[in-house]
């Protein structure tokens, strides 16, 4: 059996925290490379900078009340921004800083493809002006929110590889995991889902994304392996805990709802879609939902499989 100190509310929170912060990283790469300014309507900014904010708050709450002092004295919170020393502190201020302007972000989006949200918020702050530099404004709050991305993706995994009594958790690869499955996830849900139900023919205008999709995908296979493999030659809790995940208890949700829907079937699908130059609508609606979905449920196994040495 995993550890129990750690449940679903924790893998929720990793699994949200990454895909918000995966979501405004595609949003800013689309937005930097400017790519969104050659159509008119730009579904992945509009979806990836306007779901960042809520999903990272969400998970965030989720963190927090999950915590002892979340639930029965929240006050306490506040001593949690002053101990510089603590990787809680460091995740606290990321998250602080990340969620205002992944917020501004996608207000900002929002704002340019519906004219009519100025001229209504005009109506209660008169001191905004009758049109923006949305642009200007968007490039900058890109550029900002996706250093803050990157700093949370990673954040959610050294939340757990600082936990030395696991020996599982505590290794250099799961952030780096952790932030490769972060933008695999993100353009998941921003892009192969959200993006191709609103316009169907998205994947024609990004020729590079089924590229793209691979090296994350592979990358994030590689990974995982290593965090495997590297388990199982530590022997003792940390094997235990692989041979978990790979044949035991926990080998059906790895085989079933990670390999198979985010590794196999969206990494074949993109491999034909360079090879026929085409995407189609529901291959690539069930790619991004096979990834999202893998994205959640290799964070329960990871967090369910630390197994803590004996004492």
């Given at each position: 059996m995993g550890q129990e100190h750690w449940g679903w509310l924790v893998a929720i929170y990793l699994f949200l925290g990454g895909m918000g912060a995966g979501s405004l990283l595609t949003a800013a790469v689309v937005e930097l490379t400017g790519e969104r300014y050659k159509h008119a309507f730009c579904p992945t900014t509009l979806i990836g900078a306007g779901v960042s904010g809520p999903l990272v708050i969400i998970g965030s709450l989720l963190l927090i009340f999950d915590l002892g002092a979340g639930k029965m004295e929240p006050w306490r919170i506040i001593y949690m921004f002053t101990h510089f020393t603590s990787v809680m502190t460091w995740g606290i201020w990321l998250l602080t800083l990340f969620i205002p302007v992944s917020l501004l972000y996608g207000l900002m989006e929002l704002m340019d493809n519906y004219p009519g949200i100025l001229a209504w918020l005009r109506r209660f702050l008169k001191f905004l002006p009758a049109a923006l530099p949305y642009r200007s404004i968007r490039r900058v709050l890109a550029s900002v929110g996706s250093v803050l991305a990157v700093g949370v993706a990673?954040?959610?995994?050294?939340?757990?590889?600082?936990?030395?009594?696991?020996?599982?958790?505590?290794?250099?690869?799961?952030?780096?995991l952790f932030l490769v499955s972060a933008g695999s996830t993100g353009m998941g849900l921003t892009i192969d889902l959200g993006a191709t139900i609103a316009v169907p023919d998205i994947a024609r205008r990004f020729h590079a994304l089924p590229v793209i999709h691979i090296v994350l995908i592979g990358l994030e296979a590689v990974l995982?392996?290593?965090?495997?493999?590297?388990?199982?030659?530590?022997?003792?809790?940390?094997?235990?805990?692989?041979?978990?995940?790979?044949?035991?208890?926990?080998?059906?949700?790895?085989?079933?709802?990670?390999?198979?829907?985010?590794?196999?079937?969206?990494?074949?699908?993109?491999?034909?879609?360079i090879g026929a130059r085409r995407h189609g609508l529901v291959s690539g609606i069930l790619s991004g939902a096979g990834i999202v979905i893998a994205g959640l449920f290799l964070r329960y196994l990871i967090v369910f499989a630390g197994i803590p040495v004996a004492l």
């Amino acid at each position: 059996m995993g550890q129990e100190h750690w449940g679903w509310l924790v893998a929720i929170y990793l699994f949200l925290g990454g895909m918000g912060a995966g979501s405004l990283l595609t949003a800013a790469v689309v937005e930097l490379t400017g790519e969104r300014y050659k159509h008119a309507f730009c579904p992945t900014t509009l979806i990836g900078a306007g779901v960042s904010g809520p999903l990272v708050i969400i998970g965030s709450l989720l963190l927090i009340f999950d915590l002892g002092a979340g639930k029965m004295e929240p006050w306490r919170i506040i001593y949690m921004f002053t101990h510089f020393t603590s990787v809680m502190t460091w995740g606290i201020w990321l998250l602080t800083l990340f969620i205002p302007v992944s917020l501004l972000y996608g207000l900002m989006e929002l704002m340019d493809n519906y004219p009519g949200i100025l001229a209504w918020l005009r109506r209660f702050l008169k001191f905004l002006p009758a049109a923006l530099p949305y642009r200007s404004i968007r490039r900058v709050l890109a550029s900002v929110g996706s250093v803050l991305a990157v700093g949370v993706a990673i954040y959610t995994g050294i939340l757990l590889s600082v936990v030395r009594a696991v020996p599982l958790w505590h290794t250099p690869l799961l952030p780096l995991l952790f932030l490769v499955s972060a933008g695999s996830t993100g353009m998941g849900l921003t892009i192969d889902l959200g993006a191709t139900i609103a316009v169907p023919d998205i994947a024609r205008r990004f020729h590079a994304l089924p590229v793209i999709h691979i090296v994350l995908i592979g990358l994030e296979a590689v990974l995982i392996g290593l965090v495997l493999a590297v388990a199982w030659l530590r022997g003792g809790a940390a094997a235990e805990s692989a041979r978990l995940i790979f044949m035991g208890p926990g080998a059906i949700i790895f085989w079933a709802f990670v390999v198979v829907p985010g590794l196999f079937y969206p990494f074949v699908i993109h491999a034909y879609a360079i090879g026929a130059r085409r995407h189609g609508l529901v291959s690539g609606i069930l790619s991004g939902a096979g990834i999202v979905i893998a994205g959640l449920f290799l964070r329960y196994l990871i967090v369910f499989a630390g197994i803590p040495v004996a004492l």
